[in-house]
């Protein structure tokens, strides 16, 4: 007896081994990224529930401690210094040095909110440094380079859930290359990430982030650095053709992205933090490349140490006349807690007087500029290395002080001078008391050029039970102090030096001998009535 085929069950069976094996064939090809973005959905998209609850908690403890102060009540103060934030991927678990992980990416964002933190656009950032507009206090943007999935996927349902938004700089040979990629954002991903608000696109250059050839021997290095090895001519290709191989490339970027997003492309984040200093073949690449850089974006971002190029204070501040500003980003590494990237916000922003420090507890305020600084049994220990000759650091977030009293309490000295270093802005210009074994002056340097503006003879003994010295320092009179007596000043202090924050710095002519025991600082605002007399 034969038997009949059901058509309709024959037509479902084949329908379902259809559905199936595509689902697998596309598993097949998508393999890693439906690896790489497993739970993200469901992870990413608790963020706002999580940070009910938190705010809750956080209100109701606010209202058991009534004299605490808390950063989420409405302030109508202005913010000094901006900082920025760099993320590069984030995934579901941290892998190397610049992946944070979602689950921490989400707790900063939550601390940062709940602390007050809110985000700022790039127009509003450009708008802030040219003085034109005032930002709240807590102002902060967020950027990403890369053009990474992991980064649009997990982040975007946390900036939603906390009304944040963020930069993301991509580097367009990506989605203008490949027409598929689980790593690198595409084209329609950009567009659409584009229409949310949260997001602005920006550069990352074209081919910027790739490898170049630099020599016959195939060594590959930086594109924007180094002169590219022309092969079918065997030579270097010139300093011109290296500029006009850059100016094209960056060129090339912001038109993409306009035509892609319809929207104005305004900054560029220069890949690798690397705007030229670090070629192998090309000295006069830094020049030519802010050169271009500045000629198209109006904002150039880099992930380098801040001391680069002499700056020293993390935030952004104001530049009043400027029309390209080089803005520096705080680089976040896995194992950073929410709690810990509050304190260092708040440590890199605009500090305001009085302030002190008993060096308690070991935190990022002092920026190490030079030699070993490092905070020792309640103390703050500068000390030499083997291979200089003294060190030196810097307050973080005090660039926008005038007039102030700074007083050093010292535990230990030894070496033969030791600096109180007042009116800061950066490595080239600042001013100086200069406490020596048996003369004190007053020293200032204005674009890198050092000059004694006034100094006398003192013998000071520098007991071991330990002294005091502080500077004053008002408009362009300066004192300075050894235990409340005046030993040194001047009246004259070069106007270029109007604010500026503190830092101390000890030296000798004999490697490794310098070393300062600091057990605390106090500074507070000073105006003197009458002038200095010196």
């Not at 060096?359 to 600084?373: C, M, Y």
Request: with cysteine; hydrophobic share 40%; charged share 25%.
């Amino acid at each position: 007896m034969g038997h009949t085929i059901d058509k309709n069950k024959l037509g479902v069976f084949l329908l379902v081994a259809l559905v199936l094996g595509a689902g697998i064939y596309v598993f097949s090809l998508k393999q890693d990224f439906i690896e790489a973005f497993e739970l993200y959905q469901v992870k990413a998209y608790t963020t706002g529930f999580e940070y009910g609850v938190l705010r809750t908690s956080d209100l109701l403890a606010s209202i058991v401690s009534l004299g605490r102060e808390r950063a989420l009540a409405e302030t109508n103060a202005n913010t000094e210094a901006v900082p920025v934030l760099l993320y590069h991927g984030i995934p579901n678990k941290a892998r190397g040095d610049y992946d944070v992980a979602l689950d921490e990416f989400k707790q900063q964002m939550i601390a940062l909110k709940l602390d007050g933190w809110q985000t700022i656009t790039l127009d509003e950032l450009y708008r802030f440094k040219k003085g034109e507009i005032a930002l709240p206090e807590k102002s902060f943007l967020i950027t990403f380079d890369d053009g990474r999935k992991d980064s649009y996927y997990a982040a975007d349902p946390v900036l939603r859930s906390l009304g944040y938004n963020a930069v993301m700089f991509v580097a367009t040979i990506e989605p203008n290359v490949l027409e598929e990629s689980n790593y690198y954002l595409e084209a329609d991903e950009l567009e659409r990430m584009a229409k949310t608000g949260r997001w602005e696109i920006q550069s990352h250059g074209h081919s910027a982030s790739r490898p170049t050839v630099i020599d016959s021997n195939g060594t590959t290095e930086h594109f924007l650095s180094n002169r590219v090895w022309l092969r079918e001519e065997n030579r270097l290709e010139t300093e011109t053709e290296a500029e006009a191989r850059i100016k094209n490339d960056l060129n090339q970027s912001e038109d993409y992205l306009e035509k892609l997003t319809g929207k104005d492309v305004i900054a560029f984040a220069f890949p690798f933090g690397d705007f030229g200093y670090a070629g192998a073949n090309f000295e006069e690449a830094e020049s030519i490349v802010l050169a271009a850089a500045n000629e198209i974006y109006p904002l150039s971002f880099y992930q380098a140490d801040v001391s680069l190029r002499g700056r020293r204070f993390t935030a952004e501040y104001p530049e009043p006349g400027g029309n390209s500003f080089f803005i520096a980003r705080i680089e976040l590494h896995p194992g950073l807690r929410g709690e810990e990237l509050v304190r260092l916000m708040n440590g890199v922003s605009a500090r305001t007087l009085p302030y002190e420090d008993s060096f308690d507890e070991d935190n990022d305020n002092w920026i190490i500029t030079w030699g070993d600084v490092a905070y020792a049994g309640g103390n703050l220990e500068m000390k030499a290395t083997a291979e200089t000759t003294g060190s030196m650091t810097i307050l973080d977030g005090s660039k926008t002080w005038q007039n102030y009293s700074f007083k050093a309490k010292i535990r230990d000295f030894r070496g033969s001078n030791l600096y109180l270093i007042f009116r800061f802005q950066d490595d080239n210009n600042f001013a100086a008391c200069n406490f020596g074994r048996d003369r004190v002056h007053v020293e200032e340097t204005i674009n890198g050029r050092r000059e004694v503006i006034r100094g006398a003879n003192q013998i000071l003994l520098y007991p071991a039970s330990g002294f005091d010295v502080e500077v004053r320092v008002s408009n362009r009179g300066i004192e300075c102090l050894y235990n409340g007596q005046v030993v040194a000043g001047s009246q004259f202090l070069d106007l270029a030096l109007s604010n500026g924050g503190i830092g101390l710095k000890g030296w000798d002519q004999t490697l490794g001998e310098s070393r300062i025991l600091i057990e605390s600082i106090i500074v507070e605002p000073y105006e003197r009535v009458g002038t200095v007399q010196w």
